[in-house]
């Protein structure tokens, strides 16, 4: 069993924007932007955190969550998600949720979003796996 922590992000595209959080949370990730998700929880699959933690953040139960990528860090999977609809989000938690162009992704985003971001618009590949070391 891997005991590494395991996360969920998502990326929503409407048109040519993505919707993205400015993260308070954790320290190094402070006044970033990043995908909409979180941990999973103990007996939930990737897309079930998935489905729950964009729900939860932005009040939208998106059924169409694709899982397109799993990036493997030393100590962390992060299992990313696409989801091509439109859809009304709003920001819920003390975290303010933005739609963004994705042809001009702003410098304030999270590095691995820059690449992870036009990966997603790939639709006709398979699901991509990534090993990262720090």
């Known amino acids: 069993m891997d005991n590494r922590t395991q996360y969920v992000v998502g990326f929503l595209f409407h048109g040519d924007m993505v919707a993205l959080i400015e993260k308070k949370r954790p320290a190094w990730q402070k006044g970033k932007l990043n995908g909409i998700g979180g941990h999973i929880e103990p007996g939930e699959t990737p897309y079930e955190s998935m489905r729950r933690e964009f729900n939860e953040e932005a009040d939208a139960d998106i059924a169409s969550w694709e899982h397109y990528c799993t990036v493997y860090y030393t100590d962390s999977i992060i299992h990313f998600f696409r989801a091509f609809e439109s859809a009304s989000i709003k920001t819920i938690t003390d975290e303010e949720l933005c739609w963004k162009p994705i042809s001009n992704i ?14 997603a618009l790939y639709t006709d590949t398979d699901m991509i796996q990534v090993t990262c070391w720090p």
Do not use: F, Q, S
Not at 106 to 119: A, D, G, K, S, V
């Open 106 to 119: 702003p410098e304030n985003t999270i590095p691995n979003l820059h690449w992870l971001i036009p990966l």
